[in-house]
Protein backbone atom coordinates (compact mmCIF):
# COMPACT_ATOMS: atom_id res chain seq x y z
CA UNK A 1 0.00 0.00 0.00
CA UNK A 2 1.77 3.64 -1.11
CA UNK A 3 1.23 6.43 1.15
CA UNK A 4 -0.77 8.57 -1.16
CA UNK A 5 -1.40 12.33 -0.53
CA UNK A 6 -4.14 11.40 1.73
CA UNK A 7 -2.47 9.19 4.06
CA UNK A 8 -1.67 10.02 7.76
CA UNK A 9 -4.93 11.99 7.82
CA UNK A 10 -6.33 11.49 11.68
CA UNK A 11 -9.96 12.85 11.35
CA UNK A 12 -12.18 14.16 8.58
CA UNK A 13 -15.53 16.25 9.06
CA UNK A 14 -18.42 14.56 9.36
CA UNK A 15 -21.03 15.10 6.83
CA UNK A 16 -24.84 15.77 7.06
CA UNK A 17 -26.35 13.41 4.20
CA UNK A 18 -30.12 14.36 5.57
CA UNK A 19 -31.59 15.66 8.70
CA UNK A 20 -30.86 13.50 11.32
CA UNK A 21 -28.24 11.65 9.05
CA UNK A 22 -24.47 12.26 9.76
CA UNK A 23 -21.81 10.43 7.35
CA UNK A 24 -18.56 9.53 8.98
CA UNK A 25 -15.63 9.27 7.03
CA UNK A 26 -13.77 6.17 9.14
CA UNK A 27 -10.28 6.86 6.70
CA UNK A 28 -9.55 2.70 7.03
CA UNK A 29 -5.51 3.10 6.24
CA UNK A 30 -5.50 6.43 6.44
CA UNK A 31 -7.57 6.95 2.80
CA UNK A 32 -10.30 9.25 2.50
CA UNK A 33 -13.33 8.21 0.94
CA UNK A 34 -13.18 4.77 1.35
CA UNK A 35 -15.02 3.60 4.21
CA UNK A 36 -18.26 5.14 6.01
CA UNK A 37 -20.21 5.21 9.05
CA UNK A 38 -23.14 6.93 9.60
CA UNK A 39 -24.98 7.95 12.66
CA UNK A 40 -28.42 7.97 12.81
CA UNK A 41 -29.66 10.90 15.17
CA UNK A 42 -32.66 11.17 17.60
CA UNK A 43 -32.95 10.12 21.53
CA UNK A 44 -31.84 6.78 20.82
CA UNK A 45 -29.11 7.45 18.24
CA UNK A 46 -27.95 4.04 16.29
CA UNK A 47 -24.27 4.14 14.60
CA UNK A 48 -24.35 1.91 11.40
CA UNK A 49 -21.42 0.29 10.77
CA UNK A 50 -18.40 1.27 12.83
CA UNK A 51 -15.71 0.30 10.36
CA UNK A 52 -12.18 -1.47 11.11
CA UNK A 53 -10.10 -1.85 14.40
CA UNK A 54 -7.63 0.36 12.87
CA UNK A 55 -10.11 3.10 12.25
CA UNK A 56 -11.53 3.37 15.60
CA UNK A 57 -9.62 6.16 16.98
CA UNK A 58 -10.90 8.65 13.91
CA UNK A 59 -14.41 7.44 14.49
CA UNK A 60 -14.49 8.13 18.12
CA UNK A 61 -12.93 11.59 17.45
CA UNK A 62 -15.47 11.90 15.20
CA UNK A 63 -18.47 11.28 17.35
CA UNK A 64 -17.43 13.36 19.77
CA UNK A 65 -17.51 16.39 17.54
CA UNK A 66 -20.81 15.56 17.34
CA UNK A 67 -21.38 15.59 21.16
CA UNK A 68 -21.80 11.85 21.16
CA UNK A 69 -21.24 11.15 24.71
CA UNK A 70 -20.29 7.99 25.93
CA UNK A 71 -23.69 7.54 27.70
CA UNK A 72 -25.11 8.95 24.76
CA UNK A 73 -25.12 6.43 21.87
CA UNK A 74 -28.21 4.08 22.08
CA UNK A 75 -27.11 0.95 19.03
CA UNK A 76 -24.72 -0.12 16.95
CA UNK A 77 -25.81 -2.01 14.07
CA UNK A 78 -23.18 -3.66 11.67
CA UNK A 79 -24.60 -4.63 8.08
CA UNK A 80 -22.00 -7.63 8.38
CA UNK A 81 -19.02 -8.62 10.19
CA UNK A 82 -16.33 -8.26 7.93
CA UNK A 83 -13.35 -6.64 10.05
CA UNK A 84 -13.51 -3.47 7.27
CA UNK A 85 -16.88 -3.02 8.84
CA UNK A 86 -17.16 -4.53 12.23
CA UNK A 87 -13.81 -4.83 13.00
CA UNK A 88 -14.09 -1.66 15.35
CA UNK A 89 -17.45 -3.43 17.31
CA UNK A 90 -15.87 -4.42 20.68
CA UNK A 91 -13.89 -1.01 20.71
CA UNK A 92 -16.50 0.78 20.20
CA UNK A 93 -19.06 -1.08 22.42
CA UNK A 94 -16.72 -0.24 25.21
CA UNK A 95 -16.33 3.51 25.05
CA UNK A 96 -20.48 3.78 24.91
CA UNK A 97 -21.88 1.50 27.38
CA UNK A 98 -25.29 1.69 27.06
CA UNK A 99 -25.23 0.69 23.86
CA UNK A 100 -27.00 -2.31 22.12
CA UNK A 101 -24.79 -4.06 18.99
CA UNK A 102 -27.22 -5.06 16.48
CA UNK A 103 -25.97 -8.17 13.91
CA UNK A 104 -27.56 -10.58 11.50
CA UNK A 105 -28.47 -14.26 13.55
CA UNK A 106 -25.51 -15.48 11.35
CA UNK A 107 -22.75 -13.23 12.46
CA UNK A 108 -23.80 -12.78 16.02
CA UNK A 109 -21.40 -15.36 18.24
CA UNK A 110 -18.44 -14.36 15.94
CA UNK A 111 -18.54 -11.28 17.62
CA UNK A 112 -19.03 -12.59 20.84
CA UNK A 113 -16.16 -14.93 20.26
CA UNK A 114 -14.08 -13.59 17.35
CA UNK A 115 -11.19 -16.23 17.66
CA UNK A 116 -12.42 -17.96 14.19
CA UNK A 117 -12.99 -14.60 12.05
CA UNK A 118 -9.63 -13.09 13.58
CA UNK A 119 -7.55 -16.93 12.69
CA UNK A 120 -9.46 -17.09 9.16
CA UNK A 121 -8.68 -13.14 8.45
CA UNK A 122 -4.98 -13.48 9.68
CA UNK A 123 -4.55 -17.01 6.77
CA UNK A 124 -5.93 -14.38 4.07
CA UNK A 125 -4.22 -11.10 4.76
CA UNK A 126 -0.98 -11.84 6.47
CA UNK A 127 0.96 -8.99 7.92
CA UNK A 128 -2.00 -6.66 6.07
CA UNK A 129 -4.67 -7.67 8.88
CA UNK A 130 -2.77 -5.60 11.47
CA UNK A 131 -1.21 -3.06 8.95
CA UNK A 132 -4.37 -2.03 7.36
CA UNK A 133 -7.28 -4.20 9.37
CA UNK A 134 -6.38 -4.35 12.79
CA UNK A 135 -8.21 -7.38 14.59
CA UNK A 136 -11.41 -7.73 16.29
CA UNK A 137 -12.37 -7.62 20.64
CA UNK A 138 -15.28 -9.69 21.53
CA UNK A 139 -17.95 -7.69 22.72
CA UNK A 140 -19.96 -9.09 25.42
CA UNK A 141 -22.79 -11.64 24.43
CA UNK A 142 -25.38 -10.08 26.77
CA UNK A 143 -24.70 -6.29 24.80
CA UNK A 144 -25.97 -8.37 20.78
CA UNK A 145 -29.51 -8.10 19.79
CA UNK A 146 -29.88 -10.39 16.60
CA UNK A 147 -32.04 -8.26 14.02
CA UNK A 148 -34.40 -10.04 12.05
CA UNK A 149 -35.85 -9.45 8.78
CA UNK A 150 -38.49 -6.59 8.99
CA UNK A 151 -37.67 -5.55 12.23
CA UNK A 152 -37.33 -2.21 13.58
CA UNK A 153 -34.84 -0.40 15.95
CA UNK A 154 -36.32 2.70 17.19
CA UNK A 155 -34.87 5.84 17.38
CA UNK A 156 -37.27 8.25 18.28
CA UNK A 157 -41.28 8.71 18.39
CA UNK A 158 -41.51 9.16 14.59
CA UNK A 159 -38.03 7.36 13.06
CA UNK A 160 -37.26 3.52 12.79
CA UNK A 161 -34.43 1.76 11.42
CA UNK A 162 -35.97 -1.27 9.16
CA UNK A 163 -33.99 -4.56 9.03
CA UNK A 164 -33.35 -6.23 5.75
CA UNK A 165 -32.35 -9.85 5.68
CA UNK A 166 -29.88 -9.12 2.41
CA UNK A 167 -28.01 -12.53 1.79
CA UNK A 168 -25.50 -12.45 -1.10
CA UNK A 169 -22.54 -11.05 -0.33
CA UNK A 170 -22.32 -12.57 2.83
CA UNK A 171 -24.95 -14.66 4.29
CA UNK A 172 -24.57 -12.67 7.38
CA UNK A 173 -25.71 -9.50 5.77
CA UNK A 174 -28.47 -7.03 6.95
CA UNK A 175 -29.30 -3.21 5.33
CA UNK A 176 -30.81 -0.62 7.51
CA UNK A 177 -33.62 1.59 6.02
CA UNK A 178 -34.68 5.02 7.76
CA UNK A 179 -38.40 5.30 8.11
CA UNK A 180 -37.59 9.22 7.78
CA UNK A 181 -34.83 10.30 4.96
CA UNK A 182 -35.93 7.25 3.03
CA UNK A 183 -31.97 6.20 2.82
CA UNK A 184 -31.01 2.87 2.63
CA UNK A 185 -27.61 1.57 4.75
CA UNK A 186 -26.88 -0.94 2.38
CA UNK A 187 -23.26 -2.19 3.52
CA UNK A 188 -21.63 -4.39 0.88
CA UNK A 189 -24.87 -5.50 -1.17
CA UNK A 190 -25.30 -3.33 -3.67
CA UNK A 191 -21.24 -3.48 -4.56
CA UNK A 192 -18.42 -0.82 -4.05
CA UNK A 193 -18.75 2.38 -5.62
CA UNK A 194 -15.11 4.68 -4.59
CA UNK A 195 -15.96 8.24 -5.38
CA UNK A 196 -12.37 8.97 -6.81
CA UNK A 197 -12.84 5.15 -9.04
CA UNK A 198 -16.62 6.43 -10.06
CA UNK A 199 -17.16 2.55 -11.64
CA UNK A 200 -19.77 0.64 -9.50
CA UNK A 201 -18.05 -3.24 -8.70
CA UNK A 202 -19.82 -5.97 -7.14
CA UNK A 203 -18.36 -7.69 -4.08
CA UNK A 204 -17.96 -11.18 -4.45
CA UNK A 205 -15.89 -12.45 -1.75
CA UNK A 206 -15.69 -15.96 -0.50
CA UNK A 207 -16.36 -18.09 1.24
CA UNK A 208 -20.09 -17.30 0.83
CA UNK A 209 -21.43 -15.21 -2.14
CA UNK A 210 -24.31 -16.68 -3.86
CA UNK A 211 -25.29 -14.80 -7.37
CA UNK A 212 -29.34 -15.97 -6.97
CA UNK A 213 -29.37 -14.69 -3.18
CA UNK A 214 -27.39 -11.31 -4.03
CA UNK A 215 -29.79 -10.61 -7.08
CA UNK A 216 -32.67 -11.52 -4.41
CA UNK A 217 -31.28 -8.88 -1.85
CA UNK A 218 -31.17 -6.13 -4.55
CA UNK A 219 -34.70 -7.08 -5.81
CA UNK A 220 -35.96 -6.75 -1.78
CA UNK A 221 -33.76 -3.47 -1.75
CA UNK A 222 -35.77 -2.28 -4.85
CA UNK A 223 -39.51 -2.96 -3.76
CA UNK A 224 -38.80 -0.55 -0.70
CA UNK A 225 -38.22 2.70 -3.31
CA UNK A 226 -35.72 4.04 -1.12
CA UNK A 227 -34.81 7.67 -1.42
CA UNK A 228 -30.89 7.29 -1.03
CA UNK A 229 -28.76 4.41 -1.08
CA UNK A 230 -25.58 4.75 1.21
CA UNK A 231 -23.00 2.24 0.42
CA UNK A 232 -20.28 1.41 2.99
CA UNK A 233 -17.75 2.27 0.26
CA UNK A 234 -18.60 4.87 -0.07
CA UNK A 235 -21.25 7.48 0.08
CA UNK A 236 -24.75 8.51 -0.61
CA UNK A 237 -25.82 7.76 -3.98
CA UNK A 238 -29.38 9.46 -5.36
CA UNK A 239 -31.00 7.66 -8.25
CA UNK A 240 -31.91 4.20 -6.46
CA UNK A 241 -33.95 2.78 -9.14
CA UNK A 242 -31.05 3.07 -11.50
CA UNK A 243 -28.33 2.36 -9.64
CA UNK A 244 -29.86 -1.20 -8.47
CA UNK A 245 -30.60 -1.65 -12.13
CA UNK A 246 -26.55 -1.02 -12.26
CA UNK A 247 -25.87 -3.48 -9.64
CA UNK A 248 -27.71 -5.84 -11.00
CA UNK A 249 -26.78 -5.82 -14.72
CA UNK A 250 -22.92 -5.57 -13.40
CA UNK A 251 -22.99 -8.69 -11.22
CA UNK A 252 -24.96 -10.67 -13.75
CA UNK A 253 -21.98 -9.71 -15.97
CA UNK A 254 -19.07 -10.31 -13.47
CA UNK A 255 -20.58 -13.94 -12.66
CA UNK A 256 -20.90 -14.52 -16.14
CA UNK A 257 -17.12 -14.02 -16.98
CA UNK A 258 -16.51 -16.04 -13.76
CA UNK A 259 -18.35 -18.87 -15.31
CA UNK A 260 -16.64 -18.65 -18.40
CA UNK A 261 -13.41 -18.89 -17.27
CA UNK A 262 -13.98 -21.14 -14.61
CA UNK A 263 -15.46 -23.62 -17.38
CA UNK A 264 -12.58 -23.15 -19.82
CA UNK A 265 -9.73 -23.70 -17.13
CA UNK A 266 -8.76 -20.07 -17.20
CA UNK A 267 -7.67 -17.99 -14.12
CA UNK A 268 -11.16 -15.96 -12.63
CA UNK A 269 -8.95 -13.14 -12.09
CA UNK A 270 -7.62 -12.74 -15.72
CA UNK A 271 -10.64 -13.08 -17.21
CA UNK A 272 -11.74 -10.13 -14.98
CA UNK A 273 -8.97 -8.16 -15.50
CA UNK A 274 -9.30 -8.48 -18.86
CA UNK A 275 -12.77 -7.41 -19.46
CA UNK A 276 -12.87 -4.95 -16.44
CA UNK A 277 -10.03 -3.22 -16.10
CA UNK A 278 -10.50 -0.54 -19.19
CA UNK A 279 -13.46 0.59 -16.55
CA UNK A 280 -10.58 2.54 -14.37
CA UNK A 281 -7.67 2.84 -16.82
CA UNK A 282 -9.15 6.42 -17.11
CA UNK A 283 -8.66 6.63 -12.83
CA UNK A 284 -4.87 8.11 -11.54
CA UNK A 285 -2.69 5.20 -10.09
CA UNK A 286 -3.31 5.84 -6.36
CA UNK A 287 -7.07 5.91 -6.62
CA UNK A 288 -7.09 2.57 -8.68
CA UNK A 289 -4.62 1.03 -5.70
CA UNK A 290 -7.02 2.55 -3.29
CA UNK A 291 -9.92 0.30 -5.00
CA UNK A 292 -7.95 -3.17 -5.79
CA UNK A 293 -6.98 -3.23 -2.30
CA UNK A 294 -10.53 -3.02 -0.49
CA UNK A 295 -12.20 -4.82 -3.44
CA UNK A 296 -9.77 -6.10 -6.59
CA UNK A 297 -10.26 -9.13 -9.13
CA UNK A 298 -8.25 -11.45 -7.24
CA UNK A 299 -10.35 -11.22 -3.93
CA UNK A 300 -13.70 -11.02 -6.21
CA UNK A 301 -12.31 -14.27 -7.95
CA UNK A 302 -11.59 -16.37 -5.31
CA UNK A 303 -15.21 -15.75 -4.16
CA UNK A 304 -17.06 -16.39 -7.65
CA UNK A 305 -14.56 -19.58 -7.92
CA UNK A 306 -15.85 -21.00 -4.66
CA UNK A 307 -19.86 -19.85 -5.56
CA UNK A 308 -19.38 -22.13 -8.68
CA UNK A 309 -17.30 -24.88 -6.98
CA UNK A 310 -20.59 -25.56 -4.25
CA UNK A 311 -23.36 -24.90 -7.17
CA UNK A 312 -21.42 -27.36 -8.71
CA UNK A 313 -20.49 -29.55 -5.51
CA UNK A 314 -17.00 -29.50 -6.01
CA UNK A 315 -16.63 -27.37 -2.85
CA UNK A 316 -13.36 -25.42 -1.39
CA UNK A 317 -12.36 -24.52 2.26
CA UNK A 318 -15.78 -23.32 3.98
CA UNK A 319 -12.90 -21.03 6.13
CA UNK A 320 -11.21 -19.23 3.48
CA UNK A 321 -12.27 -15.45 3.30
CA UNK A 322 -14.61 -15.73 6.59
CA UNK A 323 -13.47 -11.53 7.13
CA UNK A 324 -13.17 -10.84 3.29
CA UNK A 325 -12.88 -7.02 3.26
CA UNK A 326 -15.59 -4.95 1.30
Not at 128 to 153: I, N
Request: with cysteine; aromatic share 4%; charged share 25%.
Amino acid sequence: MSDGPETGHVDAEPVVLAPGVVQIDTLLGGWKRMTAGYLVEGPAPVLVETGSQSSVGVLLAALDRLGVGPSDLAGIAVTHIHLDHAGGVGDVARAFPNATVYVHEKGARHLADPSRLVSSAARVYGTLLDSLYGRLDPTPAERLHVLRDKEEVRIGPDRVLTAIDSPGHAKHHIALCDSVSGILFAGDAVGVRLPDAGVLRPATPPPDFDLDQALHSLHKFAARRPQGIALAHYGLLDEPDELLEEAESTLRSWAETAEQAWRAGRDIADALAERYAVDTSHVPAEHREKLEVLNGFHSNAAGLRRWLETRDGSGSDPNAGASGAA
